[in-house]
């Protein structure tokens, strides 16, 4: 089993600046890629920003500029979403994806429950 625990979210006005932890844990032998996906209500789930082991970013047009995600170098399981001037349209459950090799042949694909970021004045 691979647990994926996002934190870090919460309420912030326009403009301001948010950093979302994810932590990934487990029987886990190695990590290929790791991401920040959002959903707001009525809208379906999009990508946000994504890291592949190979250190490739991937991110969504709407927060190119304003976000970055990066990994702990110590930790290789942790990644962080640094999000800066954040709007309104921000407002959203952020998940954090995590998948990799349990080993043996053994994949994983899993999703941390999610954390609220509410950007309003």
């Known amino acids: 089993q691979v647990q994926v625990v996002e934190s870090g979210g919460g309420l912030v006005q326009p403009g301001g600046s948010l950093r979302l932890s994810c932590v990934a844990s487990?029987?886990?032998?190695?990590?290929?890629?790791m991401g920040w996906y959002r959903q707001a209500p009525g809208k379906q789930r999009e990508l946000v920003a994504g890291l592949n082991s190979g250190g490739t970013t991937k991110y969504g047009d709407s927060v190119k500029g304003r976000f970055t995600i990066s990994r702990e170098n110590a930790r290789k399981n942790t990644v962080f979403l640094s999000m800066n001037n954040l709007k309104p349209d921000d407002t959203a459950v952020y998940y954090c994806n995590v998948a990799g090799s349990r080993g043996s042949g053994r994949s994983f694909d899993d999703w941390g429950q999610g954390t609220q970021v509410t950007v309003s004045s």
């Open positions: 487990g029987s886990i032998f190695s990590i290929n890629y």
